[in-house]
């Protein structure tokens, strides 16, 4: 039987895909947020008085403290407001602020001004702030955030509750004015997929999504890199690309792996690191996305079940609720 052709699952988390970058300065915006429940008018301005907000942390949730009683909760909207004191934006750079998750249908504004919507309570998302930023470094961003129930946003029932809040971490993100497409549905811009895996080789293909705001076409290097557990490169591969005005093509590559070690589920949960970079031509790191990459392949036999690495594999489904006492979703 040929093995299919899948995806790698290695990326572990969509927080793990954004650390340890070169080219980037993240900052976890974590404190200094304030909240209050319901629908205030103008929210969204710089000019409103929050001083008698709740003032609180993210990760942050409600309706668990009458869910947990058996009492119904509240399902409505929620409004955060924090100041985003940045100083004087930097020439040649770039802003971004993605929100791992947010319950159930986020509008963010910057300087009471829209810059999106997202929908949808389980997914990452960003949004570029570059062109809303005050000269003068201080800015307010605010978000509205909604629990009710919509027709169009999952999940519409269930044997669970369905919090509000911004309930996983959010981060304030500085790249290079040509990087990698930091706003394709809150990714860092890059995947890899493979092609061909078995015991003796693997073949992987990168994906990078880069973004060129500028007015002008650039000429520069795409390169990848595999690193194995004690931080030796294993296989690396690059070749120019020329990146268009006002564009977010993607651009692939191709890097050979020899022999693998095989990710191998709890006996042997082998990983790899893979880093991708875009250089200029001189050299120098405009932006860089290093991710944990576990190459393996299975396949499933309908009379005798699944196959990991061509050997049997016994799999036993568990489920989580991604809630827990005294915290709701914010965990």
């Keep these: 039987m040929k093995h299919p052709r899948i995806l790698v699952l290695a990326l572990l988390s969509l927080a793990a895909t954004l650390s340890v970058v070169s080219a980037r300065e993240l900052t976890t915006l974590d404190s200094g947020w304030r909240f209050q429940s319901g629908e205030p008018a103008g929210a969204e301005q710089k000019s409103f008085d929050d001083h008698d907000w709740q003032t609180l942390a993210i990760p942050h949730s409600w309706g668990w403290e009458d869910a947990q009683q058996g009492k119904n ?10 100041d985003l004191n940045l100083g004087q934006p930097k020439a040649g750079k770039r802003y971004f602020i993605r929100f791992e998750a947010a319950g159930s249908v986020a509008d963010v504004y910057l300087n009471g001004k829209l810059l999106g919507q997202h929908r949808g309570a389980f997914g990452a998302f960003c949004f570029e702030l ?21 027709r169009d946003v999952a999940p519409l029932s269930g044997d669970f509750c369905v919090f509000g809040g911004i309930y996983r971490p959010v981060h304030l993100i500085e790249a290079n004015e040509i990087c990698f497409a930091l706003t394709d549905h809150g990714s860092p811009g890059v995947a890899w997929q493979q092609t061909v895996v078995t015991e003796q080789r693997a073949s992987l293909d990168v994906i990078a999504q880069i973004s060129n705001p500028a007015k002008t076409n650039r000429d520069l290097i795409l390169t990848a890199r595999v690193l194995d557990a004690a931080g030796k490169a294993v296989a690396s591969m690059e070749q120019p690309v020329k990146v268009t005005v006002q564009s977010t ?10 022999p693998p070690h095989l990710w191998n589920g709890l006996k042997d949960p082998y990983l790899y690191q893979a880093i991708v970079e875009l250089r200029t031509k001189d050299g120098a790191v405009l932006d860089t996305v290093e991710q944990p990459l576990g ?12 196959f990991l690495n061509g050997q ?3 799999l036993h489904g568990v489920n989580r609720h991604q809630d827990r006492q005294d915290k709701g979703w914010a965990i």
């Design 73 to 82: 909760y509240y399902r409505g909207p929620g409004w955060y407001r924090r």
């Design 130 to 150: 570059t062109k809303g930023l005050s000269v003068n470094g201080t800015n307010l961003l605010a978000l509205r955030v909604s629990n009710e129930t919509n």
């Design 249 to 258: 093509a993607p651009h692939a590559l191709r890097v050979e792996v020899p």
């Design 295 to 306: 190459l393996r392949f299975f396949h499933v036999d309908p009379d005798k079940g699944f």
């Design 312 to 314: 049997p594999y016994h």
